[in-house]
Nanobody
Framework: QVQLVESGGGLVQPGGSLRLSCAAS????????TGWYRQAPGKDRELVAG???????YYADSVKGRFTISRDNAKNTLYLQMNSLKPEDTALYYC??????????WGQGTQVTVSS
């Protein structure tokens, strides 16, 4: 099975930027529809960005224009560039497949906290 390890989170001020990384153990993972999810305390996990096997991208309305998803198949790594961060972006961020593709085992996530 694919092992997913998220990193790059941290504490930033509103308007700041972070770049999250998702390291996958298998290259096949990045040939599938892959994305970033987030979960805030007391909230359901939600998909915020995704990229298909043909490199089409998806963004939730809440992050359009601010977040950019990309991947490097050679490095088996998925990225999420987050700009103009808002307090409501505070959450644990996870990577995984999305859509009709079966989810892999979830990683530990990486914490993003946006606060003054």
């Amino acid at each position: 099975q694919v092992q997913l390890v998220e990193s790059g989170g941290g504490l930033v001020q509103p308007g700041g930027s972070l770049r999250l990384s998702c390291a996958a153990s298998g290259s096949i993972f990045l040939l599938k529809a892959t994305g970033w999810y987030r979960q805030a305390p007391g909230k359901d996990r939600e998909l915020v960005a995704g990229v298909t096997s043909r490199d089409a991208t998806y963004y939730a309305d809440s992050v359009k224009g601010r977040f950019t998803i990309s991947r490097d198949n050679a490095k088996n790594t998925l990225y999420l560039q987050m700009n103009s961060l808002k307090p409501e972006d505070t959450a644990l961020y996870y990577c995984n497949t999305f859509g009709t593709v079966q989810r892999q085992d979830w990683g530990q996530g990486t914490q993003v906290t946006v606060s003054s």
